[in-house]
């Protein structure tokens, strides 16, 4: 699969569907990679007649890195990591595209939609903020990312992405430890680089704001939210679709901060239902 090596800078990404169907743009969150994106997932898309893109952001998988391991900050905007959806399209030849964005990528899609607005047909924002507000922000300040992490060996590095997948209570939904297992393996093999994703959060925590900026937008929007997301507050959400005019606002009880796999065939309709808003 190819890099997009615009103006110097290498993002790789994977395509799955026909060459002729509509452009689908899948970008994943702080620290992930292309991968967060289950082929399985991928094939429900493409069933529904999307030509799927996946990309490894910049400082994770095999896109290009912006520092060394002891670097925690890479220089770099958010506004550079939307600029690199861009880069994509433009590799691909594609004018424009639908995008769907999963937190760090759901705020990299609110910036291309803003910045580059004749470039979107349709948006969907997937467990994310619109900015800094500290009612969106469950996390805390990540101080462990202002310092270069720790380098962790590939069993150390699955046993921490399952007991981070593990809930710490009663839930519905089934946490799929063993995907997690396979896919921390598989990213660690792909291109281990914590320091990346603390050279994202830099990025983030300077993000500008964008909430009153997403009320010029008038692409159809899908905003999708998990009530118990642990990480962002789902209020974020709310406040994203009350500022984008006619968005869908989805907020699902017992779902966290990812989506889970029983969640998939609503969340491939609302993609497509959007979509076809946009055509």
């Known amino acids: 699969m190819p ?5 110097g800078i290498e993002i790789f990404y ?3 569907g026909a060459p002729d169907d509509p452009v689908l743009v899948l970008v994943a969150g702080g620290g992930a990679q292309l991968i967060a ?4 997932l991928v094939a429900l898309l493409v069933a529904e007649g999307f030509r799927v893109v996946r990309m490894d952001n910049r400082d994770t998988g095999l896109s290009q890195r912006f520092g060394g391991p002891d670097d925690v900050d890479g220089g770099y905007e958010l506004s550079d990591l939307a600029d690199d959806i861009v880069r994509v399209l433009d590799h691909l030849g594609a004018p424009s595209a639908h995008l769907v964005g999963h937190s ?17 047909r349709s948006l969907g924002l997937l467990s994310t903020i619109p900015g800094q507000d500290p009612r969106y922000i469950l996390h805390g300040e990540r101080e462990e990312l202002l310092s270069p ?15 981070a997948a593990t809930p710490t209570g ?3 939904y089934d946490p799929q430890l063993e995907w997690h297992a396979w896919a921390a393996g598989l990213a660690y093999d792909r291109g281990y680089a914590p320091e990346g994703f603390a050279r994202q959060w830099a990025a983030l925590r300077r993000a500008p704001e964008r909430l009153d900026r997403l009320r010029g937008v008038t692409v159809p929007t899908l905003v999708l939210h998990g009530r118990d997301d642990d990480v962002l507050h789902w209020c974020a959400a709310v406040d994203m679709a009350d500022a984008i005019a006619g968005s869908e606002l989805r907020v699902y ?7 889970p796999w029983e969640l998939w065939p609503d ?13």
């Not at 890099?3 to 103006?7: E, G």
């Not at 969340?267 to 055509?279: E, F, K, N």
């Open 267 to 279: 969340l491939v309709a609302a993609i497509a239902g959007t979509a076809r808003r946009a055509t």
């Open 37 to 40: 994106w289950p082929d399985q």
């Open 104 to 120: 760090m990528g759901g705020m990299m899609a609110q910036l291309v939609a803003l910045d580059h607005p004749e470039r979107v």
């Open 170 to 172: 009663p839930h519905r």
């Open 149 to 163: 992490p720790p380098r962790l060996t590939r069993e150390q590095a699955v046993a921490f992405a399952v007991e």
């Open 14 to 16: 994977e395509v799955d």
């Open 3 to 7: 890099h997009a090596d615009t103006d």
């Open 253 to 259: 009880p017992d779902m966290g901060h990812l989506v």
